[in-house]
């Protein structure tokens, strides 16, 4: 296979998603392998370390394998179009998703699509401290532990993180509250027009964890300085240990897909300043759904 490399992902993701239309799979079984002459996707099985068995994604492009394979966006949906689970490619192109996510015998499909990237040193990124990976759960029976002693309560725990690029592009924290871990982020846009601001959770194996939007509003104008907070799925932070990593990063409106809309209005839940709610209801407005 000739090894072609793309450096327009618009195209990209056109191709990918003309590759993968309708790949449906039973997990567990083997599934027919895709390819357009110069792509090939396949979900093979293959022993784990533990001698079960999982499956692996594989996007093959040539050898040897081209940037373009790299940080492609796996989503895995069940016959409802309920969202299983969604990860991340290796540089070689793979992804083994989690088999605990999925059950025996059932029918799933995968997606395949470019994930957005911003420039590297205006993303703010972290490993989520452990005083935050033990939850809100333990802050709170910490807290109920001090009522019934007469000791000061404790301080909910606070991390902050910051991109490296001149300009302060993103400022970010996480905090702890009673109820909610929440994120906050203050970001420098280069168009205040766009008012938002990304966030993704992954683990060591590529699993996306908590992925979303926060929706800026402006406290600088002069400076472009707007900033926001949203409460991160509590789902998900069960799932958490020391080795998350977490990203916050702006995001142009122009780069929004129709596959972002549930993201969009998760993180819409998960807004309680009216600000960002009418920024984030908006831009659903002007958004198109997903065909099919």
């Known amino acids: 296979m000739e090894n072609t490399i793309l450096v327009n992902k618009d195209q990209l993701a056109e191709r990918l998603t003309a590759l993968l239309k309708d790949f449906w799979f039973t997990w ?4 027919t392998p895709r390819s357009d002459g110069a792509f090939a996707v396949s979900l093979d099985r293959v022993t784990a370390e533990d001698g079960q068995f999982e499956h692996l994604v594989t996007v093959f492009a040539g050898l040897p394998a081209p940037p373009d394979v790299q940080h492609l966006l796996c989503t895995f949906r069940r016959g409802d179009g309920q969202l299983v689970l969604r990860g991340v ?7 083994r998703p989690r088999k605990d996510a999925f059950e025996p015998d059932k029918p799933y ?4 699509e470019p994930r957005f990237e911003p420039p590297e040193i205006e993303c703010a990124r972290a490993n989520i401290a452990r005083k935050l990976v033990l939850g809100p759960a333990a802050l709170a029976a910490a807290a109920g532990m001090c009522a019934d002693t007469g000791a000061e309560k404790p301080e909910e725990p606070v991390q902050e993180f910051h991109s490296n690029d001149k300009d302060e592009t993103v400022d970010a924290r996480i905090r702890q509250s009673q109820s909610d871990l ?10 205040a027009a766009d008012r938002l601001a990304a966030y993704r959770i992954t683990d060591t194996s590529n699993h996306s964890l908590d992925e979303g939007f926060v929706a800026l509003y402006l406290v ?12 991160l799925e509590r789902t998900v932070q069960r799932q958490w240990s020391e080795d998350c990593r977490l990203e916050v990063f702006a995001r142009p409106r122009e780069t929004l897909t129709a596959r972002d809309r549930e993201f969009l209005e998760r993180s819409l839940d998960g807004t309680s300043h009216p600000d960002g ?13 997903e065909k099919g």
């Open 28 to 31: 567990g079984r083997l599934a």
């Open 89 to 95: 490619t290796d540089r070689r192109g793979q992804f």
């Open 109 to 112: 499909r995968l997606e395949v």
């Open 182 to 191: 929440l994120l906050e982020a203050e970001v420098r846009l280069a168009k």
């Open 220 to 231: 600088d104008e002069e400076k472009g300085r707007c900033t926001g907070e949203v409460v």
């Open 277 to 289: 709610r009418a920024i984030l209801l908006k831009i659903l407005e002007s958004l198109p759904r």
